[in-house]
């Protein structure tokens, strides 16, 4: 069974340019959440993509977005990328939609914008 | 909107000692509860949930409702039990993700 795994590791942008962060779900999850955590902070949640269509969205703006593809990999956009988004982008996957099913984080990737 | 409170960003107790991390929550609705951890070098990892009523590594969680709280338990501190603690709720039919708290930080002293 392969976990959750996210690439790259980590980068460093420059304000204004945009980013394309990726993840690959455990097998056999079709759900995936995004979520940022800025230092010293709980990780914070951005959306979930479920069968390929976003299901729920925390409160973070429309440059923020994703993508869920069929094998249930996704990616995470960023545009017009500000300072205050340096944070490590965690993303977990889930057997389901239900509150109730344990989500399986990645590694993060660390984002530095300068 | 949900949110959760830990109201220890540090907590330091010597290996044999009791152990408990506060988590206070707000919620509206029926939530489900969660405590995940971070060992050091590893990514955040499930502990254990309210509904399995499990114990975990020697730790226990306890949802009460009335004081809205689900605090984290364990009677004999280990120090393999240093790590960063996150609790987080889970609301609805789960679009709105997990609500984490700031968590807290377990140093175990030997």
């Known amino acids: 069974e392969t976990g959750v795994t996210q690439s790259p590791t980590h980068l460093i942008k420059t304000r204004g340019q945009q980013v394309t962060l990726r993840c690959s779900s455990q097998?056999?999850?079709?759900?995936v959440s995004w979520y940022q955590q800025a230092l010293g902070q709980g990780p914070q949640f951005i959306f979930q993509?479920?069968?390929?269509?976003?299901?729920g969205r925390g409160n973070f703006p429309p440059r923020f977005s994703g993508l869920q593809f069929p094998n249930y990999s996704s990616e995470l956009n960023v545009n017009a990328l500000e300072l205050d988004d340096s944070a490590l982008y965690l993303c977990?996957?889930?057997?389901?939609?239900?509150?109730?099913?344990?989500?399986?984080f990645g590694p993060g990737t660390r984002l530095t914008v300068t | 909107a949900q949110r959760v409170t830990q109201p220890e960003k540090l907590l330091s107790v010597f290996k044999g000692a009791p152990v408990e991390l506060k988590c206070n929550y707000s919620?509206?609705?029926?939530?489900?509860l969660f405590w995940y951890v971070q060992y050091s070098r590893q990514r955040l990892q499930l502990l254990l949930r309210?509904?399995s009523r499990e114990s975990i590594k020697g730790f226990t969680a306890d949802l009460n409702k009335g004081e809205t709280s689900f605090h984290l338990k364990k009677p004999f501190a280990q120090e393999e039990d240093s790590a960063m603690y996150y609790c987080?709720?889970?609301?609805?039919?789960?679009?709105?993700?997990?609500?984490f708290g700031k968590g807290t930080h377990l140093i175990i002293q030997p």
């Open positions: 977990a996957s889930s057997q389901g939609l239900a509150a109730g099913y344990e989500q399986y």
């Open positions: 097998s056999g999850h079709n759900t």
């Open positions: 993509y479920y069968r390929e269509e976003e299901n």
């Open positions: 919620y509206s609705g029926s939530p489900e």
């Open positions: 309210h509904i």
């Open positions: 987080a709720l889970g609301a609805g039919g789960g679009a709105d993700g997990l609500t």
